[in-house]
Structure formats: C-alpha cells, structure tokens
C-alpha cells in the first residue's frame, strides 16, 4: 500500500468497465519524509477525499475488494484518508495540515 | 490508474490469448505537470480512443473487467477518455487539445 | 517478496475495504547490503512487527491470504519477522539490532 | 503490456508450476523511440516468436489467459507478433528488420 | 518472469500466511548481460536452488501455482534453475560457474 496525498481531479465522459459514479483523483505518491514526490497516479475515491488530504492507497486486485469498485475495471483506489503518521521519531497529523 | 497520451498503434497478425478484433494503441504516461514522459506502454483500447487523446488506463487483472476483454490476455487498458483535469490550481481541457 | 524494516506506523479514521482493527505500518526497502533504501510502503501488519524489525513483505493478490487479510482491500503484508540473514558471506542477526 | 524484442532464450532442466514443455525467451524492452533499452526480462513463447522479432508482452495472472500457460507458473508472456507500428508520425514494419 | 542469481537465505521465526515449511532465498536480478545488479528480492524456493545459482522466478498470483505454493502468502517463487542462456551471439552455461 502507499501513501498519496489528493492533488485534483479529473472528468471523463467515456467510460467502460463500470466506473460510471466513481469519482477519480489525481494523487502524488509520498517520499520517506512524507513530502510530495513527482510521481503521479490516478485512483477512485471511496472514502470522500479531498484536496490536501494524505491518503492510503491500495492497487491490483485488491483494489476491486470494497463495495464500490466491485466489478469496476479499477486498480487503484484509496482505502483510507490519513489522520496521523508516526516514523522515525517524528509525528505528523493531518491537524497541521489546516484540516 | 495512470494517466497516458495515446501516441499511435499496432498492427500483429499472429496473436495467442483471445486478442483478435482487439484494438492496441501505444502510449506515454503523463507526468505531475500531465506532460509526455518517455515511458511507453501498450493497451488495449476500449473506449475508442484516437491519437492526441488523454486517457485513463487500468491496468493488472482488473484489465480483464470490461465485456470487450473478458477472457483475453490483456494486463492494460483504455477504460476512459478524459475530458478535463484539476490538480495543483491548474485546470487542463481537452477542447484546447483541438479536440 | 521484499525485505523492510518498520519505521512507523499511521492512524486513520475514515476507512473503506474491511480495514477496520488491521494495524498499519510505514516500512522503508533495503538494499542489497540490508541498509534502509528511501523507499517507503505502507503495509498491514500480520505477525505484530514493531519500531526496527526487519520483515518480510508480500504484495499483490498474495496479501490476501492470511486469515486476517482475507477479504480485506490490502496489496501488502507483513508475512515474517526476520531473525537472522545470510548472504554474500555475511551474517546479520535480529539480536545485533538489540532485540 | 510492454512492447519487448526478443534476443535470446534459456535452458532449464529442474522446473516446477507446470512449465515443462514452454519455450522461455530473453527480451529487452523498447523505449519510445521502439529502440532496445537495457531492461532485460524473460518470458513464455505463445506465439512461435524468433531473435529479432518485436513482440507483444503481457504479465501478470493475465498471463496464464492462454490455452498454452492456463496452470503454469508464468507471469509474462509473448501474445503477439508485431508486424508493424505506427506512432508520433512514424513507421516501423517488421520486415524493415528482413523478416 | 525475471532472472535472478540466489545470494542466500534468510530465517524467521515469526510467520503468518502458510510460510512454515518453506524456504526463503535472498536473489540479485540480473541486467541484460546476465550479471548481478544492486536490486534484491526474497523469494520461496521451489526447486532446491543454491547460492550462486541462476534461476528463473515468478511473481505475484501466479507465484501461487505450484504445489508447494498454492494457499500461501507469496508473491515471488523459483521456478527452475538455468542450465544454460543463449543471447546477443553469447553462450552462457551453468557449468562455467563451477556447478
């Protein structure tokens, strides 16, 4: 699983795999210091994420095993939004995010 | 989920694994600033996608869960054309792609 | 399968994919040399590692098959505490960790 | 899936997970220039393929989608031969590489 | 599937997900001409491999396809030991290694 934090969002109008109502994000993977990486992924929201907020991620077949995406052509979903991390003798809640 | 351009096709005559009728673009995945990286990739093309065209791709055995790829050996797919993208306060169209 | 080492762990509140009671760990890669790697996962605990352990890793559809992951939308796992490793005519042992 | 060229194969006599029989092929990857990039990987032949030839790849559990890998441990394989590619305004055709 | 060169072994203790019983390797990949590289994995071995060997290995839900796997949390098994590879006009046999 990784960790992510909600970038944006995008809309689509053709879709196939029965992703219709699932709203898809646009996230950022986090580096050991938690800090925004470069790279990019889209996932499909089932927890209600919004901007700013640190998810967790879950890909391949798993991400097929909620209610939501169930029978959808997804393999990325977040599974989890973050409330706080505790690593290396540091600590970082989503508080201090302004959320 | 990633994020590619549909930059061209594929043409084979001998195929295993039920690929016949299926249609295969090649793409680049986007990077943070939804710009071409060098990274390539083959898929299988559900939605019709055309050239120039930003689409979401599924990839691994969830690949397998559109009515088109049942059954084939395909481990990544167009399974949306995008319309627009919102990350970091900036906002992409596809309509400024001349589309 | 990959080798980490535990550096933390997080909290979430909201959560999707039969998570609730799974704790959740951050783990950093190591290296051919058995160092910490900058590379960092989040993954679901199954053999109640802590802060330092070095453990065994096992993603994909695979994460899923031990009874308290079973049906949960996770894509890692703790599989393993490490007690000892040898490779390349070395020799590194849980206990040097002061454990 | 990947677009790959084949440079070589292996052989192996102590084999488990139902492989006897299969053809295990060495490929390169291609870059997005349709150039060998110095990511080797190795595969099950489907497809008859040669030295030389530009095939397609497919990984995953999607790879045991053929009657030749249904039960085998395998986890890419070659699903076609490419006749010809067309991208970013160019052309490649199997037989410029006198096949 | 990848090849890899066995470095050593590992011990545990502690496991969850049907691991009892089986072995637990430390393998290098290997780069296109066939020598070690940085990037090391575990895997289950299912074919009695030893340090120094070449083998061929495979990963996630097909590493469960073997006997001595099915029903276990692994994501990357041995699944036979090279003889011989044959690539680029090159020769390389097991026996050269001094098996």
């Known amino acids: 699983m990784k960790l ?12 196939e795999g ?3 109502g699932l709203r898809i994000l646009i996230v950022t993977y986090l580096d050991e ?8 992924a889209a996932c499909v ?18 991400a ?3 209610r939501m995406t169930r029978n959808s052509a997804v393999d990325n ?5 973050i409330e706080s991390i505790s690593f290396n003798n540091r600590y970082i809640s989503r508080k201090e995010n302004g959320k």
């Open 4 to 15: 992510g934090k909600v970038i944006g969002n995008l809309v689509s109008t053709k879709k």
């Open 18 to 20: 029965n992703l219709d």
């Open 33 to 40: 210091n938690m800090i925004d990486t470069k790279k990019t």
């Open 45 to 62: 929201d089932t927890v209600n994420a919004g901007d700013g907020d640190i998810v967790l991620l879950c890909s391949s077949s798993s």
């Open 64 to 66: 097929r095993i909620t």
């Open 77 to 81: 979903i977040t599974v989890a939004i």
